[in-house]
């Protein structure tokens, strides 16, 4: 059965303090790996992309990891600020016969306090 | 502008009672997706149209039909709602499946 699993469930830092957020997958075969971000109360915004050739990618203060063969990603926050206090969910995108199935993980809830 | 919009943002209805959520994409996209988030923040697929034609459909009652009157929108029709069916609905557009989706701001559903 694919599935994503997230943790932590939720994260509290200090403003300017880096964390890391973990999604282990095992979801096969294995398309692509997202990283997006809910604010409350806001549709999912897509932070990064990574394709199975793919170990590092950055988005500004956001940076995405893939481990293939482990089936592990994290999302690495620089210097976090309070505007990242947000969901943040891993959606692993598996080839079917029709084309993709998207497995989603249940989300990080990170918040960030002064 | 907007790049996928649904309306209404809120909807309160009573059970039993069939109610629309429309969506509209001006991104020129080929696939639109529906998606329920549940209260525990979990979002699961319901719907992936592509060139009107049904993708997924995961196991979704057949009280909820995802309706396509052309490429640029899908929209959300729900027969007999009942109490569970109490979610944020959000709708979603990719240039083609596997892609990139971009989501609207949701729709709050509270059924009473």
């Known amino acids: 059965k694919n599935q994503v699993e997230q943790s932590p469930q939720s994260l509290i830092i200090l403003e300017g303090k880096n964390c890391t957020l973990q999604c282990n997958y095992t979801v096969s075969p294995f398309s692509n790996l997202r990283w997006y971000k809910q604010d409350t109360g806001r549709g999912p915004v897509s932070l990064t992309i990574?394709?199975?050739?793919?170990n590092t990618k950055s988005n500004g203060r956001y940076t995405a990891t893939l481990d293939a063969d482990t089936k592990q990603s994290s999302l690495h926050i620089t210097a976090s600020q309070l505007s990242d206090s947000a969901s943040y969910i891993c959606?692993?995108?598996?080839?079917?016969?029709?084309?993709?199935?998207?497995?989603f993980g249940k989300g990080t809830s990170l918040l960030v306090t002064p | 502008d907007t790049a996928v919009s649904q309306t209404p943002k809120y909807l309160v209805t009573q059970m039993g009672n069939d109610k629309s959520i429309k969506c509209e994409q001006n991104l020129g996209h080929d696939t639109m997706y529906w998606y329920k988030q549940d209260s525990k923040k979990f979002l699961k697929i319901m719907f992936s149209y592509n060139n009107k034609e049904l993708i997924i459909n995961e196991t979704v009652p057949n009280r909820f039909s995802p309706k396509s009157p052309d490429k640029a929108h899908l929209n959300l029709h729900i027969n007999s709602l009942e109490l569970g069916d109490s979610a944020v609905y959000f709708c979603a557009s990719s240039q083609d499946r596997g892609r990139r989706a971009f989501f609207g701001q949701g729709t709050r559903l509270t059924v009473v």
């Open positions: 959606v692993v995108s598996a080839l079917v016969n029709s084309g993709y199935a998207l497995n």
């Open positions: 990574m394709t199975f050739s793919e």
